[in-house]
């Protein structure tokens, strides 16, 4: 899994020509809003979660963090983030590239943060450090997948 599978998923959809491949890594908020030339939060970061014995993938701004008290009243859980073998496994994706598209089988969960509501269009990543693609929300929504909205994140209103 990783940006191949990314890129066919979305020449399947008539979208690979919008993958964007960076000259240099975009694995951070901060360098991928540098190899885009667009402001930090509107990079969507994928944060990948293990909650109880399922792995989920929970997408917010760039500029948000978890709230450990909101993401604790949702899920009844503490958040627990995935390690990097456990990225690999669930997702096919490595830190820095992990994106809700093109998902192993057992990673079917999605959810996507309120605080991406604000933008016209994000940049998720594409399964590598050095890849992005710019989708407008109801895109993201679409071609994410995603179970539900939710409200889990802090420091960016």
């Known amino acids: 899994m990783g940006l191949q599978e990314v ?5 399947d959809l008539g979208m690979a020509n919008r993958v964007i491949i960076n000259p240099h890594s975009s694995a ?8 885009l030339g667009v402001e930090p939060q509107r990079i969507a970061k994928s944060l990948a979660f293990m909650l109880y014995d399922k792995p989920i993938i929970v997408v917010v701004a760039g500029d948000a963090k978890i709230d450990n008290r909101k993401y604790k009243d949702k ?14 496994k669930y997702t096919g994706h490595e830190v820095g590239g992990v994106c ?23 940049f998720p990543a594409c399964g590598s450090l050095d890849s992005a693609i ?3 929300i109801p895109e ?12 889990v ?4 209103q």
Do not use: G, H
């Not at 899920?75 to 690999?88: G, V, W, Y």
């Open 100 to 122: 809700p598209f093109a998902l192993k089988d057992s990673m079917s969960t999605v959810y996507l943060d309120e605080s991406l509501k604000r933008f016209t269009t994000v």
């Open 134 to 136: 710019e989708l407008s």
């Open 75 to 88: 899920f009844i859980k503490k958040a627990k983030m995935m390690s990097s073998e456990e990225l690999l």
């Open 28 to 35: 951070t908020v901060e360098l991928a809003a540098q190899a």
């Open 140 to 151: 993201l929504e679409k071609y994410s997948n995603f179970k539900e909205w939710i409200d």
């Open 7 to 11: 890129k066919s998923f979305f020449e």
């Open 153 to 156: 994140t802090k420091d960016w």
